[in-house]
């Protein structure tokens, strides 16, 4: 086989042609990445350089093992496929170029390295294989928020184009070599196709040469386009992957907020870079699949094109926050967290809102019901605008006095939450657990009136300020209480006492939801259950517990431990709905652009399984949300919302 | 333009107003007081109308509990200005309250001329909405009330106030500047500010203490409370039922039993 790299053409040497468009293809390309890295390492400081080794696990699981992409099993495994070819291909390019350019240096090229070879071809079919799949995928059965952009085709056709390259290029390999010597693998296969089609042994190697400059052509060129297209991905999400936040509840660093270039985090701007444009976040979103305004995929893609333009306010007079991302879009997230946890390249959808919500916040741009909840939070600790002394007036039916925390000592301080504690739909649940409790003979008190608001969903809207100063309260009264651990009833109370209130925690008191509390109690057999219940259930996760705490076998163990059969939803675990209330969302007034709510939505889910009875929740907001839904969607006939802590006591009791 | 926007703190009803041993007073051990929600409206007209027409906005409130918070969140909010008066009785009634307002209001340096001075409506202590009117009369100004929206020609000096009367009807009026409006709404909800503004306000900006003038009659309890009860709880409702017949011969037997008839 002649050599492509000192073969002359038309009396120039291959290597010289090679050097040049390698030149052009590395300037072209570098001049991008240098000019992204450059505006990133302007954004504001954020560190991600802490637990390196989880840092190294997530990248061997997310990119080489593709872990996330499998959420989407076919389109999971076609990737995985391209991915590798990828991974082989460019291993070969770069050694078949470097050969290239120094054809000085004695060794082979890998397509003469038998082994090599083989595995190139093989993966190479199997890639083309997939490419077909990403292609029906994409343009004939089109998923919701993919789109059928040119982008994207022509970086299908050019990953075609290295691919068929290459394997033509080991057609004619065999074609012109000598009977024998390779007839088996890929290589031989497309050699005798290609003999069988006419083609002459004699014409092979200029055709192999051909091939071989395709190839090295389309891969230079691709190297180019690379930086300017959504395959940036292909280079950033390694390192967008490796960056990532390692906590689900992780808020960006303190600020007054972004709305402007600057005024975001390098790692808030490099979600735009490293963005696939799959639209699994989409996908996930409940506020996008119920029709509100916000999409997670264009919110990150404004992040992309604000990187690009560098323009916080654009040539058209078109302000970032406000025209390009709009209000409406911000305040729409209910943080379930769904969109960065599907994000193959993990991607932070929930920091870039929060960063644009304490600037809309500060400047006093906040939607219609979220005033009253913050004032009413801010002057009474509570969002329901109650005095503070009616905190504890669930305990009044109660039969018994719960203990005071505060004055006397306590194995387990009960934080209850606003909704336990206020909300009249609640209050009798909240006196299921207390009673269930107190026959276990746990040893558990309660702060009454000193309880406030804790702060998790007001710092979810933007409002740091409030937040810090209920944390300072809270904490201080907290510090005064005596108790040993501390559980709630509330999964968002929980999220933020155990992620966000370091001076409280010092590894000092336990934090429980009170489902692990249950689920522990069950454990030890402090608490028996004296019959099975015969019901048919299913359960929701709630995403503060669930996504952002991980907490999803506690609940679980509780149902067997009562005896009800669980049957789960399409959707549950990592993958569960959220009810739409999260985020302050259960503050605002609804804009009325939706179609439906996510909580109508996840009741259709729950009834829409065989035989179910109860949709059993263990978070306030969900039953408060969920019973709403059964009435507008009509299905009150059909399921009821229970609190787990009613079946328990149920089963208990009996 | 100038504006002046008078805030009261009132009584919060969402603690549980209890009257105290002398049967006079409000018992002061769970009572809250918070800025009148009317007067908050108030000064949301104003800051519109600052940001609408530029000028400066001076809120001033008469020394009650609370009402430093109420005072800063102003500041945090886009007052320029902020007075507390001091010394006065913090038991004042309406009217009371009122004179020395005006008193001080006419005493204190640079605030009067203004352009326009906002108050609430009214306030659940003044059910009447007798503030705006006082304040004018004491100050020889025009006064409109139940205003639900302000704009100014500064050129001509004059107003024009939309007013809100019962069943949907809205009058458009003219008014000569400086004048007195009792607010009904700002054109907007008020804003919200920040926790951080708020705290930021208090450390930045101060709050002008004045003590109380000395009244000319040398007194203001010009409106004395007799006594102060709870509603008393009387006994459920019967219902009568039955044919119309039935329940009128009822309703006449209860009647005439009770010697109503």
Redesign the interface.
Known sequence: MPDPAIFNYFGVPGYSLLWLLTLISFLVFGRQVTRHVRVLAHARAENRWDQIGKRIGLVVTNVLGQRRLFDEPLIGAAHFVIFWAFVLYATTFFWSLFRGLVPAMAIPYPDEVAWIATSVQVIGVLAVVALCVAAVRRYIFTPVSLERSWDAAIILLLIALVLLSSLAGAGFRALAATEGESSRSVGGFLGGLFAYLGVSPAHAPTLYLAAWWIHMITVLGFLAYLPYSKHLHLLASPFSVFFASLQPSKMPPASEGASRLEEFTWRELFSGLACAECGRCDRACPSFDCGDPLSPKQLIHHVKELVLTLDSVSSHGKTFLGDVVRPEDIWACTTCASCMDRCPVFNEHIPLVMEMRRKLVSEGQVPPGLPEALNNLARYGNSFGQSERKRAVWTQSLGFKPKDARKETVQWLWYLGEYACYHPGLQSITRSLARTLYAAKVDYGIVYESERNSGNDVRRVGEEGLFELLRQKNTAMLQQAHFDGLFTTDPHVYNTFKNEYPELNHGRHPIRHYTELLATLFDHGELKAARKLPYRVTYHDPCYLGRYNGVYDAPRRVLQAIGVELAEMPRSRRQSFCCGGGGGRIWMEEAGQAHSRPSESRVREAASLDGVRYLVVTCPKDYVMFTDALKTTGLEGKLLVKDIAELVEEAVAA | MKIIVLLKMVPDV???LEVAADGKTLDSE?LRL?ANELDAQALEEALLLKEKYTGTVTVVSLDAPEVDDALFTALA?GADRAIKITGGDGALGTRAGAYLLAQALSTIQGLLPADLILTGAQAIDDLDGLTAPLISHLLRLPQLGIVTKVSVDTAAGVATVLREFPGGVRGEYEIKLPAVLGIQAAEK???????????AAMKSQVIHSVPAPMMADGGVALLQVAAMAKPEVTEHAQMLRGSPEEIADQLCEILAARGLV
């Open positions: 969402v603690e549980e769970f918070i909010k909800p008020p804003r919200y500010v920040p926790v951080a503004k708020v705290r």
